[in-house]
């Protein structure tokens, strides 16, 4: 079965601090990937997907990821943190027979310090 | 400007009691889901749908009932029968079903407490 892996439960960085967030995945096939952040109370919103072609995906806010197919990972990186980048994040497969249905890490809580 | 409503905000059941969350999108998107998140488990799929007048159990739909009588609206009901229902329950949508490149939105969520 499809699963992911955050093995960061926490983590907290500097303002402009560079930031990495580790995202391991367990499929079969050719992965469809996602990040998403969430802010206290609020739904998810998506920072960027991977579907295939190049390994490393641009997203919004400044985000990057990098897909590692030899490592099963799927990484979220920012140069340069923001203390409005404190949330919550969430990296997810896309399961099923149409890749749609989202199996979803356990999430890593980011807190920003100044 | 669009997007997914789920009301209400915060709801509060009692014990035996059903309660219907509402979900309703204005994005023409077939395909619609519902989530359950709890501290520290992510999100685990409820049910979803990808037409009117069909859905499919999801990972954890014991407990819980949809419809989808028309295309914007995806109500879920938490029934009695779900003994453990305090969670925060979130509703997406995405074009449809037919392809993982096609992401979710979703809405605010609904934070569902016991009294």
């Known amino acids: 079965a499809q699963s992911v892996t955050q093995p960061d439960i926490h983590i907290t960085v500097s303002e402009g601090a560079s930031l990495e967030l580790r995202c391991n995945y367990s499929?079969?096939?050719?992965?469809?990937l996602f990040w998403y952040v969430q802010s206290p109370g609020q739904g998810l919103q998506l920072l960027l997907k991977?579907?295939?072609?190049?390994?490393l995906v641009q997203g919004i806010k400044g985000f990057e990821a990098e897909f590692k197919r030899s490592q099963s990972s799927f990484n979220l990186r920012k140069p340069s943190v923001h203390w409005s980048d404190a949330a919550e994040y969430f990296c997810a497969v896309g399961a099923g027979e149409y890749g749609n249905k989202l199996v979803f890490g356990a999430g890593t809580i980011l807190r920003v310090k100044s | 400007d669009g997007g997914i409503t789920q009301s209400p905000k915060y709801l509060f059941r009692k014990e035996g009691q059903n309660v219907t969350l509402s979900c309703e999108q204005n994005?023409?998107?077939?395909?619609m889901y519902w989530y359950r998140q709890d501290p520290g488990q992510g999100l685990r799929l409820i049910y979803y749908?990808?037409?009117?007048?069909?859905?499919q159990k999801g990972d954890i739909a014991e407990g819980y009932s949809v419809s989808r009588e028309k295309k914007e609206s995806f109500p879920l009901t938490v029934t009695s029968a779900q003994k453990n229902p305090t969670a925060f329950y979130l509703c997406a949508s995405s074009i449809d079903l037919g392809g993982g490149n096609q992401p979710q939105h979703f809405g605010d969520g609904t934070r569902l407490s016991i009294l």
């Open positions: 499929y079969g096939a050719t992965p469809y």
């Open positions: 749908s990808q037409i009117v007048n069909d859905f």
């Open positions: 994005l023409n998107h077939d395909a």
């Open positions: 991977y579907f295939s072609g190049d390994t």
